[in-house]
């Protein structure tokens, strides 16, 4: 069975510092990851995937999450963090070899940015 | 031009009564998704369609009863509504293949509230 672990269910930074938020993965076969950004009140917003080829991903707003197939990770990282950044973030999986199957998602970290 | 459109955004409601939620999507996707949010944030699918056909379903009551009437319309029934059934129920969407795989669009919420 697949699954994301988001090991931090909190992360605190201060605004201008780089931010990292971390999660591992557990798929057989080569997976599909991605990073999604839930604001209050909000649907999930898309930032980021990782399908093939470079391991660095660059998404929305600055982020960045690198692929990391021996430690099976993709941690989700910005060099200089806004307090506007500030939300739950999940990190998603879906098997690479199924057309159109749901994501798996962890259970999200809460990203605070204070100013 | 909103992308994944559900109605209503809050439904509060007795125990015991139906519901239904719609979703709209504009994006000429084919497959179309529920998702649970419950109140620690956890994410789960509930239910997949494709092409108008349950492709999908996780281990949901048979109270819960999805209905797609054409590719850009998945709406969402429940019956005899419990307190458990208090989510945050998101739609989204995505295209089979193509650049864009699996990456999944989401509509705002819909709040459910069982008294």
């Known amino acids: 069975a697949q699954s994301v672990a988001q090991p931090e269910d909190q992360v605190n930074v201060a605004e201008g510092n780089p931010l990292t938020v971390k999660c591992t993965y557990s798929?057989?076969?080569?997976?599909?990851l991605f990073w999604y950004v839930q604001y209050p009140n909000r649907g999930l917003q898309f930032l980021l995937k990782?399908?093939?080829?470079?391991?660095l991903v660059k998404g929305s707003y600055g982020f960045e999450a690198e692929f990391n197939k021996s430690q099976t990770s993709f941690h989700l990282k910005k060099p200089s963090a806004l307090v506007s950044d500030s939300a739950l973030y999940f990190c998603?999986?879906?098997?690479?070899?199924?057309?159109?199957?749901?994501?798996?998602f962890g259970k999200g970290t809460r990203l605070s940015v204070i100013a | 031009d909103t992308a994944v459109s559900q109605t209503p955004k809050y439904l509060v409601t007795q125990m015991g009564n139906d519901k239904s939620i719609k979703c709209e999507q504009n994006?000429?996707?084919?497959?179309m998704y529920w998702y649970k949010q419950d109140s620690k944030k956890f994410l789960k699918i509930m239910f997949s369609?494709?092409?108008?056909?349950?492709?999908i379903n996780e281990t949901v009551p048979n109270r819960f009863s999805p209905k797609s009437p054409d590719k850009a319309h998945l709406n969402l029934h429940i019956n005899s509504l419990e307190l458990g059934d208090s989510a945050v129920y998101f739609c989204?969407?995505?295209?089979?293949?193509?650049?864009?795989?699996?990456?999944?669009?989401f509509g705002p919420g819909t709040r459910l509230t069982v008294l």
């Open positions: 998603a999986v879906s098997p690479k070899h199924s057309g159109n199957t749901p994501l798996v």
């Open positions: 990782y399908i093939t080829g470079d391991n």
């Open positions: 369609y494709n092409n108008k056909e349950l492709i």
């Open positions: 798929v057989s076969g080569n997976p599909y």
């Open positions: 989204a969407s995505s295209q089979r293949g193509g650049r864009s795989y699996n990456e999944q669009f």
């Open positions: 994006l000429g996707h084919d497959t």
